[in-house]
């Protein structure tokens, strides 16, 4: 969830995202209590603030440590196709 975060953040150029559970678990293929799940953990690290339908990026710096090492390889593939996302 890291990771779609963050390139989520890098397509829309902002740190405020509005996306539902629904919608979440849909683009990551799991179940809506795992985003639950794993959104109240971001929140509680202080990554994320999250209520329904929206999400604010705190700490663009945490999400990248939880993330995956792929994000950063499929960022640099991406900005290199497609050009540097805005922001």
Do not use: N
């Not at 979440?24 to 179940?31: D, E, P």
């Not at 209590?33 to 329904?52: D, E, H, M, N, W």
């Not at 990026?57 to 990248?64: A, C």
């Amino acid at each position: 969830m890291a990771r779609w975060l963050l390139r989520a953040r890098d397509a829309l150029g902002s740190d405020e995202l509005k996306l539902t559970q629904e919608f979440l678990s849909q683009m990551m293929g799991v179940r809506r209590t795992s985003v639950t799940l794993i959104a109240r953990t971001l929140q509680k690290a202080g990554l994320i603030k999250y209520k329904r339908g929206h999400i604010q990026i705190i700490s663009t710096d945490g999400l990248k440590e939880c993330a995956c090492e792929c994000f950063a390889t499929v960022k640099a593939m991406s900005d290199r196709l497609l050009g540097p996302a805005p922001g």
